[in-house]
């Protein structure tokens, strides 16, 4: 969704060129609007964004600067729907939340990945596996939360979902978790026997949140099927998944405008990790290409170990990074998420992000082939790369099943990483890093 609004918003603002020029900012207006219609925004949605960013516009003195303001501060005041922003912890744990939603939104992975995203802000988290209608639906929650270490209650003897989610309560309050997150059923659509399953478990547990599993794919659908819910449901808050993909958009503005439940969680990738809370002054920062630190910096905060961090930066500054960090690294990125969606909260580099797709620091043919290479060094060799002859590159080469030409390729470019790692750990190099990255992402964006 970002770099498709991102290229239109652009194309939009570029429309503008002289100041108190209506013709321009006209074209602009046109530019906005079909580019919202196609993003499949509801017409009465764009009908109002469209009045008002004309009438601040004008009164502010038609230009690029008033015309992004004035974009900026609409679409911030569409998403912001009242209610909570983020994930709010009961006063007296555990924090009960219903996840809901129809079949195929992605509600079960999501389910792990708000898990996963509240473990990593050192939560006890304990998920209640009760959606026994769909026969894989234990089994992946089974699954999911192994590969996670995240806690799980499932009782494959019991067919009542509501005993289930009581039984999982009762083992929340007795094990001091701090969070219960319970996974119910779904349907192709929405009927009476989903609704009443579900407002049975709600009448049990009493939950302090019930959030709504959109999938962004499904664009106004996932609107009319949210408000159905909120309708029987009093939905809390809604998490929009597949956020990341070919998605047309509108179904955020929608949601937030439409039906006034506040977005509290987007999916933006595929892995776990990617789960990122909705601020919508934070989004709309995105939208217009300018990037999104404060996330960035929070989401790194929370998986990189301050005392970790200082030990690393003092081995860089030392010249002493060696395989066993590099690898350590690697697992620190990948529960940061996907490279496109970090790449898109730098400001000036949505641009490389869409270029990046989804690069997978897990699976990549690249990554797998670095893991060979450092697994077929001896201890010392991993501590000490400069232990490195000829007949050693030889000896990793046939362990890896590489040839040793792709094995010097691979220490040039560590040695230059290195390298660069040290420069910038410097007193200057945050500035030095700022200006490398000011020059690789430009961008025509009024600032």
Do not use: W
């Not at 939340?97 to 389910?111: E, F, N, R, V, Y």
């Not at 026969?135 to 499932?154: G, P, S, T, Y």
């Amino acid at each position: 969704m970002f770099s498709a609004l991102t290229d239109s918003f652009k194309s939009a603002i570029n429309k503008i060129r002289f100041a108190d020029d209506e013709k321009s900012l006209k074209k602009a207006i046109d530019t906005l609007k079909k580019s919202l219609l196609k993003a499949d925004v509801h017409h009465k949605v764009v009908k109002d964004l469209i009045k008002k960013v004309e009438l601040e516009t004008k009164r502010d003195g038609i230009g690029k600067e008033s015309f992004l303001r004035s974009l900026k501060d609409s679409l911030t005041e569409i998403l912001t729907a009242p209610g909570n922003q983020g994930f709010v912890f009961a006063s007296k744990p555990p924090t009960v939340a219903l996840m809901c939603g129809l079949q195929g939104s992605g509600k079960t992975t999501t389910t792990v990945k708000l898990a996963n995203y509240l473990k990593q802000k050192k939560k006890r988290v304990l998920v209640a596996a009760c959606d026994l209608q769909r026969l894989a639906a234990v089994e992946q929650l089974k699954q999911l939360c192994e590969q996670n270490e995240i806690d799980l209650f499932f009782d494959d003897d019991e067919k009542n979902p509501v005993k289930i989610a009581k039984e999982a309560y009762k083992r929340a309050k007795d094990g001091l978790y701090d969070v219960l997150l319970v996974d119910t059923a779904g349907r192709l659509a929405i009927d009476a026997e989903l609704m009443d399953e579900l407002s049975q478990i709600k009448k049990t547990l009493s939950p302090h949140e019930v959030f709504y599993v959109a999938d962004s794919l499904t664009g106004q659908d996932a609107v009319r099927s949210a408000a159905s819910f909120n309708e029987q449901m009093q939905v809390s808050g809604v998490i929009l998944t597949k956020y990341d993909g070919d998605s047309k958009g509108g179904v955020a503005l929608g949601i937030a405008k439409q039906i006034g439940i506040p977005l509290r969680f987007i999916g933006t990738g595929e892995k776990i990790p990617d789960l990122e809370q909705f601020i919508p002054d934070r989004i709309v920062t995105r939208l217009m290409g300018e990037g999104d630190l404060i996330t960035l910096a929070e989401k790194t905060s929370d998986i990189i170990d301050e005392k970790q961090a200082r030990k690393m930066t003092a081995k860089i500054k030392k010249g002493q990074f060696n395989f066993n960090d590099f690898l350590d690294q690697l697992e620190s990125m990948k529960k940061l998420g996907s490279m496109k969606s970090l790449m898109g909260m730098i400001p000036g580099m949505s641009g490389m992000a869409s270029k990046l797709q989804d690069m997978d620091l897990e699976n990549s043919t690249e990554i797998r082939r670095i893991k060979a290479m450092i697994s077929s060094m001896t201890k010392k060799e991993r501590e000490n790369p400069t232990l490195l002859n000829n007949s050693r590159k030889k000896r990793i080469a046939n362990g890896a099943g590489l040839s040793q030409t792709e094995v010097n390729r691979f220490l040039k470019q560590f040695q230059n990483a290195a390298k660069m790692a040290k420069k910038f750990s410097g007193k200057k190099g945050m500035q030095d890093l700022q200006n490398l990255m000011a020059q690789q992402g430009k961008m025509n964006f009024p600032r």
